[in-house]
């Protein structure tokens, strides 16, 4: 599965990363494909994070065409 996992630490600093997984646990992917645009925590503590990336980044071995 091609996928990204992000939030905010508690310094406030963003944390962002282009990962996989090929069953119960994540590897970056050493193609960081995915562009973070904006990320915001609510009062809640509920975390939204805006990214974009190309439809076919040319990364067949970890990421999924999207279509």
């Given at each position: 599965a091609d996928?990204?996992?992000?939030g905010i630490r508690p310094?406030?600093?963003p944390y962002f990363a282009d990962?996989?997984?090929n069953g119960h646990s994540?590897?970056?992917d050493p193609s960081q494909d995915w562009i973070l645009?904006?990320?915001r925590q609510t009062p809640e503590n509920t975390?939204?994070?805006?990214v974009i990336r190309d439809f076919d980044t040319?990364?067949?071995d970890?990421?999924?065409?999207?279509?």
């Open positions: 996928l990204v996992i992000g310094d406030k600093t990962r996989y997984s994540t590897t970056v645009q904006e990320i975390t939204y994070f805006r040319g990364d067949s970890n990421d999924i065409v999207i279509t």
